[in-house]
């Protein structure tokens, strides 16, 4: 089956601990994206890719990181730089107007 | 820029009854406009999506909506919702229509609630 995979499901991270997120596709799209969910206010975006070896800041970049080395893969580094990391975070890939979203990974700072 | 508002944070509905979500966005370009649906702590998935053509648009589970260039909306609605339509429903809009990458800006939710 082709999808978007996240993994862990649930990730819990002391303050000042950075962690990485990882988002795996298998869709062969060549464009990327972490989105970031809070309660009651939509899915904002992080950071976004439309080829390896490339990427361009979204709207909410402070405090993250990411890479894209493989076409399959764009994992996301939440550092201590981020102040307020506790969310859901939603990997997604597209082709053109289609956009695919994977499972998400729910984050909690202790 | 573009701009997503959802007007509604929360839509309580009895079973079978009609329900409409309502969208409006804000563009000085062409754009393209998309439903999606999550579940509890699940990814999304698109209901629908509105390109070119016509207005109306029929996407999954018996839900459309309609697209109105004139009031800059984008509703969705259906005839008559079941318990499993209880979740949380996004209006997005693409800021880059033209290019491949396909950068979507979402509205902020509206929380459907399907009692029996």
């Known amino acids: 089956d082709g999808g978007i995979t996240q993994s862990p499901k649930y990730l819990f991270r002391k303050e000042g601990q950075n962690v990485t997120l990882s988002c795996e596709q298998n869709l062969n799209h060549d464009a990327m994206y972490w989105y970031r969910q809070d309660p009651g206010q939509g899915l904002r975006l992080i950071y976004y890719?439309?080829?390896?070896?490339?990427?361009q800041k979204g709207d909410i970049a402070e405090g993250y990181s990411v890479s894209r080395e493989k076409k399959e893969s764009f994992p996301l580094t939440v550092t201590s730089a981020q102040k307020n990391p506790t969310a859901f975070y939603l990997c997604?890939?597209?082709?053109?107007?289609?956009?695919?979203f994977g499972p998400g990974t729910r984050l909690t700072v202790l | 820029a573009q701009s997503v508002t959802q007007l509604d944070s929360q839509v309580p509905v009895f079973e079978e009854a009609p329900v409409e979500l309502r969208c409006n966005y804000s563009s000085s370009v062409s754009v393209y406009l998309f439903w999606y649906v999550q579940y509890p702590n699940q990814g999304l998935q698109l209901l629908l999506k509105?390109?070119?053509?016509?207005?109306l648009v029929k996407g999954i589970n018996g839900f459309e909506a309609e697209f109105n260039k004139s009031q800059t909306s984008f509703h969705l609605r259906k005839p008559s919702v079941h318990i499993s339509d209880t979740a949380e429903y996004f209006c997005?809009?693409?800021?880059?229509?033209?290019?491949?990458?396909?950068?979507?800006?979402f509205g902020t939710g509206t929380r459907l609630q399907v009692f029996p």
């Open positions: 509105y390109l070119s053509g016509s207005t």
């Open positions: 890719s439309q080829i390896v070896n490339d990427f």
């Open positions: 997005a809009v693409s800021s880059s229509p033209q290019y491949n990458t396909d950068k979507l800006i």
């Open positions: 997604a890939s597209s082709e053109r107007t289609n956009q695919f």
